[in-house]
């Protein structure tokens, strides 16, 4: 399979477990990606336990990075259309970020400077979750 999920090299893992795993995406400081480990397209091909087990992962992933990083917003999407891997993107956003109020995917609005991000520290908030 040439799935760039499946066969994902050097990705930088903050926690993962049998069903999912936590990833850091270094396009935002602070975005982070929730990634099925087994090769799935849809949130309703998991079984209830894993689904829950999931969206419990993606709450405590999400308060986490309001308590550390102060966003004014927390973006969290799972669209697939690129790659249809089951993922779901954690994106924290700021009020004069490049995108704002658009998504991240859109044209970019401005320059800004993303606040000070202390990635160590940042990736011990999200694991202690677990």
């Known amino acids: 399979m040439n799935c760039p999920l499946c066969n994902a090299q050097n990705e930088d893992i903050i ?6 795993r936590i990833v850091l995406v270094d396009e935002i400081p602070g975005y982070i990606r929730v990634i099925t480990q087994k090769h799935i397209k849809e949130f309703s091909e998991l079984s209830d336990d894993e689904a829950v087990e999931i969206i419990t992962a993606v709450k405590k992933t999400e308060k986490a990075m309001i308590e550390f990083l102060k966003p004014d917003k927390i973006n969290i999407a799972s669209l697939g259309n690129m790659v249809p891997h089951l993922h779901i993107h954690m994106i924290p956003r700021y009020e004069n970020d490049p995108w704002w109020p658009g998504a991240t995917f ?5 320059e800004y400077s993303y606040p000070p991000f202390d990635e160590k520290k940042y990736k011990e908030a999200i694991k202690s979750c677990f």
């Open 15 to 20: 926690y993962e477990n049998t069903l999912f």
């Open 106 to 110: 859109c044209e970019k609005q401005r």
